[in-house]
Nanobody
């Protein structure tokens, strides 16, 4: 059974940093495109950052220059380094793994940015 397990969320003050991790129990992890999404109350789920199997990255405009996505294929893990956090970054952050044939989601980790 495929599992994506996120960790690293929490409460942080504006301007602070967090590092999210997503550990994936996927065979052939290296072939998956990985992404971080977020969903705030009353809002649609949105893509935050993505990294392809060949390690190309893209980011939502709202997080460019502040967030960095990376992957460690030896550990089947994808990371999201979040710096200069803002209250509007508050959301549940979800990990996604996808190929053209299938997609998987984690349960999410809460990130709250508040003073």
């Amino acid at each position: 059974q495929v599992q994506l397990v996120e960790s690293g969320g929490g409460l942080v003050q504006p301007g602070g940093s967090l590092r999210l991790s997503c550990a994936a129990s996927l065979s052939a992890f290296t072939f998956y495109n990985m992404g971080w999404y977020r969903q705030a109350p009353g809002k649609q789920r949105e893509l935050v950052a993505a990294i392809t199997a060949d390690e190309s990255t893209n980011y939502a405009d709202s997080v460019k220059g502040r967030f960095t996505i990376s992957r460690d294929n030896a550990k089947n893990t994808v990371y999201l380094q979040m710096n200069s956090l803002k209250p509007e970054d508050t959301a549940v952050y979800l990990c996604n793994a996808a190929t053209v044939l299938r997609t998987y989601w984690g349960q999410g980790t809460q990130v709250t940015v508040s003073s």
